[in-house]
């Protein structure tokens, strides 16, 4: 006599209410696999997480009040035999490296086919690693190269308080009379974080900063000088 197993339980946390439910019903049709919780946000996600103690979380990287990433460190400092699968339409080398860091067990893209995400919940529930086959063609490339893809360095204290007051929209000359700092060391923060974020505009980092979990998502105009 066969034994059926449990299905695998599944908290799904994405802000789109119409992408989570086609993610719902594209997982449940499988036949075993469980979605027990969804949410909107990062917040609810890690009060779900903890209530419902799933065997996989299917998280988004950009969310509000906490990112995928975020809810990621979360989970392994708190609930360490909790599977973490990354499902999200960004590729870019800093989400990627800051999903690694963080301790995912999975990333995929939500390109990906409905047979590719419902193994890639069966392979995190396994213990195993899942990356997109774009993402390990990039690393690959990597590696090959020599090169190494880049690491996201976190931001210092005084490069977070430039970079919020940035997304508010405050220009340099407003940031320094904040701070109480010179222009001329508002511009070199700003360069130093461009940097580290590989971006190329105020707007461009503000939007890695954000999906990184590292500043606020209630941003203004910003303006680009």
Do not use: C
């Amino acid at each position: 006599m066969t034994q059926t197993l449990p299905p695998i339980r599944v908290l799904l946390a994405d802000d789109h209410a119409v992408v989570r439910a086609g993610i719902r019903q594209l997982l449940e049709h499988s036949g075993d696999i469980q979605i027990v919780a969804e949410a909107s946000d990062g917040e609810s996600a890690q009060a779900l997480i903890r209530q419902h103690h799933p065997d996989v979380a299917v998280l988004d990287i950009q969310m509000p009040k906490a990112s995928g990433i975020e809810v990621t460190r979360w989970v392994r400092a708190n609930l360490p035999d909790v599977g973490v699968l990354i499902l999200t339409a960004y590729n870019d080398d800093p989400y990627v490296m800051a999903v690694l860091q963080a301790g995912a067990n999975g990333y995929v893209l939500k390109t990906a086919s409905p047979e590719e995400l419902i193994q890639a919940v069966h392979d995190v529930h396994e213990g195993k690693s899942v990356l997109d086959a774009s993402i390990t063609q990039k690393l690959m490339a990597h590696m090959f190269s020599g090169s190494k893809l880049p690491v996201v360095d976190e931001l210092t204290d005084r490069e977070l308080e430039v970079l919020s007051l940035a997304a508010k929209g405050f220009t340099n000359k407003a940031i320094g009379v904040q701070l109480g700092i010179s222009d001329r060391t508002v511009q070199g923060h700003l360069a130093h974080i461009f940097d580290k974020l590989q971006a190329s505009s105020r707007t461009e980092a503000v939007m890695r900063a954000v999906s990184l979990g590292w500043i606020s998502q209630n941003v203004g105009t910003i303006t680009e000088e």
